[in-house]
């Protein structure tokens, strides 16, 4: 089993090509993430590799983008438009605090 050690709002890659990844936003139900133990005030959105054919808890993140101003997400969608191919993973999109 594999685990996540903050609140987050999660969303699924949509292409075929991508079944283990996922995206993790900073969720708006929680003041401070917690990752590692340690409390953190930082917004992300990170991708992360969610393979229950590798060993351990811990997810591996592939990347991690702080947002603008420190909003945290209150939705996020991962759709298959363009999967075909412009967009081969699909388009993401996520709704943050504040309206943004």
């Known amino acids: 089993a594999k685990q996540c050690r903050r609140t987050a709002t999660v969303a699924w890659c949509a292409a075929e090509a991508a079944p ?12 401070a993430g917690i990752v590692g133990g340690d409390i953190s005030t ?7 590799s969610f393979d229950l054919a590798k060993p351990g808890q ?10 603008e101003g420190g909003r945290r ?27 943004v």
């Open 58 to 67: 811990d997810m591996d993140v592939l990347a991690s983008v702080r947002t």
């Open 20 to 31: 283990t990844l996922m995206a993790m936003g900073s969720s708006a139900s929680s003041a």
């Open 73 to 99: 997400f209150s939705s996020i969608s991962w759709g298959s438009f363009g999967v075909e191919a412009t967009f081969p993973y699909g388009i993401l999109a996520g709704g943050l605090q504040e309206g």
């Open 42 to 48: 930082e917004a992300t959105l990170d991708l992360v």
